[in-house]
């Protein structure tokens, strides 16, 4: 299910300054050039054949003649990619490595040419070309291959860049892209030794950190991915400024390092990241995040991350969505959950396809896409902020109560999570004597066995699952079942998009819908305000 992941970016921006090479001697490795900043592919190899791949998409075929209009699978990441010319910085470092002036020569004649046909502002220069992002990840290779060659052209081209990097009206405040944009500007204010621009660039830092990571380390851009890529870059903007000979200001060390907790309460037992906003599921954090003292975690940024135990990969794992309206990388997944158990998906979002602006790529932004209460007759309000409202938790068992009004009239769903013996129990209602209906998305490894009396059964062949649905404590059928169609869809990996099973609840006042993992059979029942599955019991308000 989990394929190539899109490179969250990367790098060690490091400073220096080191005299030419001779070609009779050994090439000393410089800072700038050296770090994790390339991409996985291409290599330096491929690009010297002429021939690159990007984004995990098939490998395009450069030739000598560059055409720097290409857009071969008309893909934004692809083009963005493309444009950083960090696939050109390869055969750079490929030069410090081996000492082979072909690799220098080949990355001087590709960044020449590209200079010459993408001037700022002129006819024929893609807009996108000079967008921040790419500005601002185009400027590790450039600044790269500027301690080797030392023309005049590549001076005048690091400098439009700084003064676009510089400009206040392009500046991306509070996002992952400002954190790119201060790094890049720091790195040619150190290379060319302007005070200016490496001033402003840790000025705007610091003021960027404080709005992207709040002070319990939550990112805020609501899609916890972005989390492992905005602390790696976190680390190079910091490693920058100490190659700089600046300190590093203490709020940003700081919240850098509450970073990691949000990153290890926002990991699955498997080992990939819950994906919630524009996060896919095959994201790996790949580094240490640390093992945090609790199990369970609220966050302020609209967050709750739940587990049964670290360290275990059968545990069991939730994630319920709150907070403010949808802003950068969110989706509209407000109230929503996801709940992995037994060392497996059970209840999972849409996912994350692209950043395509096709109908597909909204449809997963909406609430349609997510496991959420919609409220019948009434028309959803895009952006609308939730409250938590209430919680309730021990070690084996957590409660939680959300509100919001993205409908209109007051829209309610109450949590509960029990452990051991594991079980999702999720009530929804709204006022007014509205009635509401609910989505569940199981993962797509599930096929539907049964759908009779209020009870749904899925199985992917070994475990099984069942979904039972109970309306003033009385067994409530007519649940839908659709595969593909208008809602059965996820993309489990990028760019992919395959059919899943999506239940859809009847309309009901109230509507309590129970979520119990490893059986087809579960013994259920409702009275005297408490419910008992298999011998659990719980309160019906879930409270």
Same mark, same amino acid.
């Not at 075929?61 to 560059?66: A, N, Q, S, T």
């Not at 001033?199 to 992207?212: I, M, Q, S």
């Not at 760019?495 to 979520?515: D, E, F, M």
């Given at each position: 299910m989990r394929r190539l992941a899109i490179p969250l970016a990367l790098t060690l921006l490091l400073s220096g300054t080191v005299s030419p090479a001779r070609a009779d001697a050994p090439v000393k490795r410089t800072a700038q050039c050296q770090g994790d900043w390339l991409p996985g592919t291409p290599t330096a190899a491929d690009v010297m054949a002429g021939e690159i791949s990007l984004v995990g998409?098939?490998?395009?075929?450069?030739?000598?003649?560059?055409?720097?209009a290409a857009s071969p699978y008309k893909n934004r990441s692809w083009e963005y990619v493309f444009q950083s010319l960090r696939w050109m910085g390869t055969l750079v470092v490929e030069y410090e490595r081996t000492g082979e002036e072909r690799y220098?020569?080949?990355?001087?004649? !590709?960044?020449?040419?590209?200079?010459?046909?993408?001037?700022?502002?002129?006819?024929?220069?893609?807009?996108?070309?000079?967008?921040?992002?790419?500005?601002?990840?185009?400027?590790?290779?450039?600044?790269?291959?500027?301690?080797?060659?030392?023309?005049?052209?590549?001076?005048?081209?690091?400098?439009?860049?700084?003064?676009?990097?510089?400009?206040?009206?392009?500046?991306?405040?509070?996002?992952?892209?400002? !954190?790119?944009?201060?790094?890049?500007?720091?790195? !040619?204010?150190?290379?060319?030794?302007?005070?200016?621009?490496?001033?402003?660039?840790?000025?705007?830092?610091?003021?960027?950190?404080?709005?992207?990571?709040?002070?319990q380390g939550a990112l805020m851009e609501q899609a916890p991915r972005y989390a492992v890529y905005v602390h790696n870059r976190l680390q190079v903007a910091m490693e920058g400024m100490r190659s700089c000979?600046?300190?590093?200001?203490?709020?940003?060390?700081?919240?850098?390092?509450?970073?990691?907790?949000?990153?290890?309460?926002?990991t699955q037992p498997n080992g990939y990241m819950v994906p919630i906003g524009d996060g896919s599921a095959e994201t790996e954090p790949k580094m240490d995040a640390g093992t945090p003292k609790q199990e369970v975690r609220t966050y302020n940024a609209g967050y709750v991350f739940g587990r049964t135990a670290w360290g275990k990969p059968e545990s069991?794992?939730?994630? !319920?969505?709150?907070?403010?309206?949808?802003?950068?990388?969110?989706?509209?997944?407000?109230?929503?959950?996801?709940?992995?158990?037994?060392?497996?998906?059970?209840?999972?979002?849409?996912?994350?396809?692209?950043?395509?602006?096709?109908?597909?790529?909204?449809?997963?932004?909406?609430?349609?896409?997510?496991?959420?209460?919609?409220?019948?007759?009434?028309?959803?309000?895009?952006?609308?902020?939730?409250?938590?409202?209430?919680?309730?938790?021990?070690?084996?068992?957590?409660?939680?109560?959300?509100?919001?009004?993205?409908?209109g009239v007051s829209r309610t769903r109450s949590v509960l999570v029990n452990h051991g013996d594991d079980m999702m129990a999720v009530l929804d209602e709204a006022s007014g004597g509205k009635k509401v209906q609910s989505l569940w998305r199981f993962d797509d490894a599930f096929k539907l066995v049964s759908n009779r009396g209020g009870r749904v059964v899925l199985s992917d062949g070994k475990f099984k699952v069942t979904l039972v649905q109970l309306s003033s404590c009385k067994p409530v059928g007519g649940q839908k079942v659709q595969r593909g169609g208008k809602l059965?869809?996820?993309?489990?990996?990028?760019?992919?998009?395959?059919?899943?099973?999506?239940?859809?609840?009847?309309?009901?006042?109230?509507?309590?819908?129970?979520?119990?993992?490893?059986?087809?059979?579960?013994?259920?029942?409702?009275?005297?305000?408490?419910?008992?599955?298999?011998?659990?019991?719980f309160a019906a308000d879930l409270f």
């Open positions: 998409l098939p490998a395009f075929k450069l030739g000598k003649k560059i055409n720097w220098l020569r080949r990355a001087e004649e !590709i960044t020449k040419d590209w200079v010459a046909h993408n001037k700022l502002g002129a006819r024929g220069t893609k807009a996108y070309v000079w967008k921040d992002h790419p500005v601002s990840l185009r400027t590790q290779p450039l600044v790269c291959l500027s301690m080797h060659v030392k023309d005049g052209w590549l001076k005048e081209s690091l400098a439009t860049h700084a003064k676009l990097l510089s400009d206040a009206r392009l500046y991306k405040k509070g996002h992952n892209h400002g !954190i790119d944009q201060d790094i890049a500007l720091l790195a !040619i204010g150190c290379r060319y030794d302007r005070r200016d621009w490496a001033d402003l660039a840790v000025k705007r830092l610091r003021g960027t950190v404080r709005l992207d990571v709040d002070s000979g600046r300190k590093v200001p203490g709020d940003i060390s700081e919240r850098t390092h509450a970073l990691k907790d949000f990153i290890a309460h926002s069991a794992f939730y994630s !319920i969505r709150f907070g403010p309206g949808m802003k950068w990388h969110g989706h509209e997944d407000h109230l929503g959950v996801t709940y992995y158990a037994h060392g497996r998906d059970i209840l999972v979002d849409a996912g994350f396809h692209s950043y395509e602006k096709n109908s597909y790529r909204y449809w997963t932004l909406s609430p349609q896409a997510h496991n959420v209460p919609t409220v019948v007759g009434e028309r959803f309000r895009p952006r609308t902020a939730s409250k938590l409202t209430k919680t309730k938790y021990s070690s084996g068992r957590q409660s939680f109560r959300l509100s919001d009004k993205a409908y059965g869809w996820m993309s489990p990996t990028y760019l992919a998009k395959q059919r899943t099973n999506v239940v859809v609840s009847p309309a009901a006042r109230s509507l309590l819908t129970i979520v119990v993992p490893g059986t087809d059979s579960p013994k259920v029942s409702c009275s005297g305000g408490k419910v008992t599955v298999d011998g659990v019991s």
